[in-house]
């Protein structure tokens, strides 16, 4: 399967715990956004990234969530000392390029509750 | 600022009937590009169809059809002859071409096909 991989597809974590949610685009793509899904909300964007360099966090929050996205390895999306107002759907997106309104391609998504 | 309007929160249709849902966006830029996603109940995202601003041609793939226009600032979807396949939350996007191609996102609008 070369489409986007985003585990763990499901997370449970205490309140004050750490979230880790792990992100692989598409073979060929260098380009990954995170995109956060309240309950029957839609998806708001939070963080683009490049290859070791995040590109635009303005839809990240200030505090406990940070990105980042290694020369080897996948996109982490980490959330640390998780609130009850984290639990949502966080979904992966990876494109070919930029500026040129490529088609991002989602990942299945990592449905997060926190206890 | 750049926003995307679904008004139609929830549709519901019996079989075989056709139904269009309804995408307005606001815009500064003169160029952008407007998609539609599909989440069906598994909760994956489904990328259905990408337009730039300059192309205002409407799009015909089998029983699904886009109107784009531009003086309205509309980007419709109609699905012909609707199937219970079909229920699913639709999304409208859209993304400036000279920026990071994040994704506005309209809130979907809910689709419910009964047999």
């Known amino acids: 399967n070369a489409g986007v991989m985003q585990n763990p597809r499901h997370l449970v974590r205490r309140r004050g715990q750490e979230a880790r949610l792990r992100c692989s685009p598409m073979?060929?793509?260098?380009?990954v956004y995170w995109y956060r899904q309240l309950p029957e909300e839609g998806l708001k964007f939070m963080v683009y990234?490049?290859?070791?360099?995040?590109?635009?966090e303005s839809g990240m929050p200030k505090e406990r969530f940070s990105a980042e996205f290694p020369k080897e390895g996948p996109s982490i999306l980490r959330i640390q000392q998780v609130v009850r107002g984290d639990s949502a759907a966080y979904f992966c997106?990876?494109?070919?390029?930029?500026?040129?309104?490529?088609?991002?391609?989602f990942g299945d998504g990592t449905r997060l509750s926190i206890l | 600022a750049q926003k995307v309007t679904q008004a139609q929160t929830e549709i519901s249709v019996v079989e075989k009937e056709d139904v269009t849902l309804d995408c307005v966006y606001e815009?500064?830029?003169?160029?952008?590009?407007l998609f539609w996603y599909k989440q069906p109940p598994s909760g994956e995202l489904v990328f259905l169809i990408r337009?730039?601003?300059?192309?205002?041609q409407n799009e015909i793939s089998g029983r699904y059809s886009w109107n784009f226009q531009k003086s309205t600032s509309s980007f419709n979807f109609t699905i012909t002859a609707s199937q219970v396949v079909d229920s699913a939350v639709y999304f409208c996007?859209?993304?400036?071409?000279?920026?990071?191609?994040?994704?506005?996102f309209g809130t979907g609008t809910r689709l419910q096909v009964f047999p």
């Open positions: 997106a990876s494109s070919s390029g930029q500026g040129q309104g490529q088609p991002q391609h």
């Open positions: 073979k060929g793509h260098s380009h």
């Open positions: 990234l490049q290859k070791e360099n995040i590109i635009d």
């Open positions: 815009t500064r830029d003169t160029t952008y590009y």
């Open positions: 337009r730039n601003s300059f192309d205002e």
């Open positions: 996007a859209l993304s400036e071409t000279w920026g990071t191609d994040k994704l506005i």
